[in-house]
């Protein structure tokens, strides 16, 4: 009789499972097949007990939120993997994680309200494949210590993955993010694949490290509809390769301060406003061929390893180079056998310096906003803080200038004035003006270097174009011949002979005459009369400033070659 009940409890047990597992099975077919609307609270359950979350085509509605979770905290000593900078010192736990053991795999799907996954420590598998964020996805400062992957995703809000950490491979391959990417100080451990990705806001991966102990790291083919910011972004020398080949950056492009320890791939990439790598470090092979700049692009103090290869963007129009690094593109250029392109780099570099430092001349003499106080800022400052009624004077009116405010009523005397050693206005006085007269002395010969940079330019393009001494010395010669032909006065030209003063010049005397006098050859039996005299001294020094100039031109390209 027990026998049988307990056959009878068996069966019944059996049939029982059998039901349930026929439930389960029917409710996977429908999420599959009939787009199931699956409520996040069923999903949060599931994490909590750190049981396996395996979803597909199916509409997630509600919150999904870490918040609603009694997650077991992260006290242990264990880390997590992060570094610090680059000494790469781990960084102990700060036990502020919340740990899920779940294997997470919800793909195809739809989530219809915020996802909220900040502070979690995700310690197995997540999935996220061909799924549809309608509202925002967070995932600030969480960790993910196994794969994670979002190809194919979409991500109609905000994507906020900022401070988290990606312990092996991060797939972002195909992924469209409508607004906001912030992937600030994150970092990738492994491989980051952002290949064929679109951006259609903002990206922000400011501070990030692409630490990659995997393959690479990969933007390839990425579109970039709005501005890109790599501030102080680190690419590792443990990934082969990093790719932004083919990549498209829409508006602006910031790769300040990033540093590249691995091989840097931007060929073919199209940057269509401009691109700063200011102060930008590239100590592996660095590839810009058929990249192409519409805007500036900014490499000034953007430092490249000697040892290693740089090839230049085909048209290298664009690019802003300081003194240091222009000799990278340059070589490159020359050793491709393309001169006109390595003079062109050169030119725009050069002529660029040549406007910063006038700039600075200018406000350093002149003053300017955010400067400090000049010379003649100093004078208009004095004159705004003086007030005479009558009159005041000095020996030496320079000392006026750093003269506390004071008012003076009437005559005001300084020419025998005497201070004393411990009169505050007497070391004033002496330190000022010492410091003047030295700033005066740069001043002059600042200005003397940049009038030479300048005539330089003008007349050889900074040595690189010497037939432009050539076009401006004809230039000299014909206006001055036409000034000696005196067009005002056609009968009675500014040439006379010695020997015959009847005799009247010709037009072929007068360009004789002028290329005479442009270079120094001896000017025959004609000499200028009244005021021609001052064309003729023009157009000595003229000619012996010019052939200075071609001459160094000559020699920078004899140098070159």
């Keep these: 009789m027990r026998a049988n009940a307990l056959v009878c409890c068996l069966l019944f047990l059996t049939l029982v499972l059998s039901l349930v597992s026929t439930v389960v099975q029917a409710q996977v077919i429908d999420c599959e097949y009939n787009n199931t609307k699956v409520d996040a609270r ?8 750190g049981s396996e979350v395996n979803y597909t085509h199916c509409t997630i509605v509600g919150v999904l939120s870490a918040s609603a979770l009694n997650f077991t905290p992260n006290n242990s000593s264990q880390t997590d993997g992060r570094y610090c900078g680059e000494t790469n010192e781990q960084e102990e736990s700060t036990g502020n994680l919340n740990n899920t053991n779940s294997s997470i795999s919800i793909t195809n799907s739809t989530f219809e309200n915020k996802l909220d996954f900040s502070n979690v420590r995700f310690n197995n598998s997540t999935n996220f494949y061909n799924s549809t964020f309608n509202n925002d996805a967070n995932f600030h400062n969480s960790t993910f210590k196994s794969n994670v992957t979002f190809c194919n995703s979409t991500f109609n809000k905000d994507a906020n993955f900022d401070g988290t950490f990606f312990t092996n491979s991060a797939e972002f391959y195909n992924t469209t993010f409508d607004n906001d990417a912030n992937f600030y100080n994150s970092i990738f451990n492994e491989t980051a694949n952002f290949f064929h990705s679109i951006f259609n806001k903002d990206a922000n991966f400011y501070n990030s490290a692409f630490r990659n102990y995997g393959d690479y790291t990969s933007f390839k083919n990425a579109i970039f509809k709005n501005s890109a910011y790599f501030y102080n972004t680190t690419f590792d020398a443990d990934a082969k390769f990093t790719y932004f080949s083919n990549a498209n950056i829409t508006k602006f492009a910031y790769f300040n301060d990033s540093t590249f320890n691995c091989d840097a791939l931007f060929d073919n990439m199209s940057f269509n406003n401009p691109a700063s790598f200011y102060n930008a470090s590239f100590k592996g092979h660095t590839y810009f061929d058929g990249t192409t700049f519409n805007n500036d692009a900014n490499f000034c103090k953007a430092t490249f390893t000697e040892t290693a290869e740089l090839s230049g963007p085909e048209k290298p129009g664009k690019l802003r180079l300081d003194k240091k690094n222009v000799h990278n593109f340059r070589d490159y250029y020359q050793k491709i056998g393309e001169d006109e392109k390595a003079n062109t780099v050169y030119f725009n570099q050069r002529k660029a310096n040549l406007k910063m430092e006038f ?9 300017g906003y955010g400067k400090k106080k000049t010379f003649f800022g100093e004078m208009n400052n004095f004159s705004s803080k003086m007030k005479i009624n009558n009159s005041a004077y000095s020996n030496n009116s320079t000392l006026m200038l750093f003269l506390d405010p004071m008012s003076f009523n009437n005559t005001a005397n300084f020419s025998i004035a005497n201070f004393t050693e411990t009169a ?3 070391t004033k006085f002496s330190n000022d003006y010492d410091q003047l007269s030295c700033d005066s002395l740069c ?5 003397f270097q940049l009038l030479w940079d300048f005539l330089y330019w003008r007349f050889s393009g900074f040595g690189v174009r010497p037939l432009n001494t050539f076009y401006c010395c004809a230039i000299i010669v014909s206006l001055s011949s036409l000034i000696y032909a005196n067009p005002t006065d056609w009968g009675n030209p500014g040439i006379v002979n010695d020997h015959h003063p009847e005799k009247k010049a010709h037009f072929c005397d007068i360009i004789l005459y002028s290329i005479g006098c442009f270079t120094f050859l001896s000017h025959g039996t004609w000499h200028t009369r009244d005021y021609f005299k001052v064309v003729t001294a023009f157009e000595s020094i003229s000619g012996f400033v010019l ?10 390209q004899l140098g070159v070659t």
């Design 42 to 49: 069923v999903i949060n359950l599931l994490i909590n007990n």
């Design 359 to 367: 700039s600075n001349f200018y406000n350093s003499f002149f003053g």
């Design 424 to 426: 505050d206005l007497e």
């Design 443 to 447: 001043w002059v010969i600042s200005g």
């Design 547 to 556: 052939f200075a100039i071609f001459m160094a031109a000559l020699t920078k």
